[in-house]
């Protein structure tokens, strides 16, 4: 009676346990914790800044490498956590371009995504600018920005800032989430509107420029809204379809107005 009780237990506890333990994705080891799909470990507080070598070697120690930011969703879960714990520092992150100048790789040689919405948007004198701009011709390594940009920005690989390291074992789980992303049927989408994400979207760029209350009656003719960019993963998608569909020099207008709250 008792060894068929204790079998009973051991069944439950291993179909209960059985499963996550073998999800890499969702298990983090010490020292590092998940943060969204990811493994994350931000140095101790009073850890101090290194250089970018220095970093990669700090993350190596513990089990990891400096983070891939593949995605908007992982860069905004990364950002809202730093928000969250207050860990307002600038950090080091993979990638670099010293391999090859202006070719910017991951550790594994992947790439890194460029432009919206990871890259720092600048203006000055002479007009409007994205990281990396290879400033003082010595930006080849990849640092996170503190509040309030939060943005990715090429530095020099010798100055010192604190390492953010992801657990290696967890970096394959992911992989295999995003190549799924990737063989995701492509919406079906009524003419004019095309696919862009998980939305369909129509670029009205051939038309005359008009005002956004023009604009707002146009989509409704249309059976559409103006496009609520709500989500870092559409932002992107819409602007690799503007930078594919060379209209990327073209401003839209978009729904969302503060006019219900202002009083004139
Ligand atoms: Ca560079
Ligand atoms: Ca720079």
Known sequence: M??????????????????VSTNNAAVCNNPFYKVGEKCLHFGDLNFLEVNQSEAVEYCNDIGGNLVMI?????????????????????????????????KWVFHNEELVPMGTPFWYVYTNVNGWFQDPDDAGRGEDCLVMYPKPTFYLNDYPCNLFNRPL?????AIKGEKIIQEELIDSPTLDCTVPYVPVGDTCLDFL????????????????????????????????????????????GESFWLGGSDLDEEET
């Open 165 to 169: 390291c992801e657990e290696s074992s």
């Open 205 to 248: 760029f051939y038309t005359a420029t008009m005002t956004w209350s023009e604009a707002v009656l146009t989509c409704e003719a249309m059976a559409g809204t103006l496009a609520k960019i709500d989500d870092p993963e559409l932002l992107r998608a819409a602007y690799l379809y503007l930078h594919e569909h060379i209209i990327s």
């Open 70 to 102: 593949q995605t908007p969703t992982q860069f905004k879960n990364i950002i809202e956590y730093i928000n969250e714990n207050n860990y307002l520092r600038q950090y080091w992150i993979d990638g670099s371009d010293l391999e090859q100048k202006g």
């Open 2 to 19: 008792d060894k068929y009780f204790i079998l009973s237990i051991y069944i439950i506890f291993n179909h209960v346990f059985g499963n």
